[in-house]
């Protein structure tokens, strides 16, 4: 079971950026997984932000399109978000997850705490 403990998180002013990294535990196998970023507001659900699969296909929630950037580096076994252009609506807590590759179960991190704020 891969362990993943995401950071950056914080408070920013509207239109700040952050970069989130998410620290996979899977060792070599990290490589094989698909990973991404989920997001929970306070009394919402908790949904999809970006995704980034083994072989480097991104996709993205429409709130985060054009603003989000998702990447890994899978010699550091590191998944990350680049926010920029950040809106009151981004406060949420956000989720690392990522899907076994053979089984499909997802993992997921314990959460950061993003609030843009002025």
């Known amino acids: 079971q891969v362990q993943l403990v995401e950071s950056g998180g914080g408070l920013v002013q509207p239109g700040g950026s952050l970069r989130l990294s998410c620290a996979a535990s899977a060792g070599s196998a990290f490589r094989l997984y698909a990973v991404g970023w989920s997001r929970q507001a306070p009394g919402k659900q908790r949904e999809l932000v970006a995704s980034v699969t083994s072989i480097g296909n991104t996709t993205y929630a429409d709130s985060a399109t054009g603003r989000f950037t998702i990447s890994r580096d899978n010699a550091k076994n590191t998944v990350y978000l680049q926010m920029n252009s950040l809106k009151p609506e981004d406060t949420a807590v956000y989720y690392c997850?990522?899907?076994?590759?053979?089984?499909?179960?997802?993992?997921w991190g314990q959460g950061t705490q993003v609030t843009v704020s002025s």
């Open positions: 997850y990522a899907d076994h590759p053979i089984y499909g179960s997802r993992n």
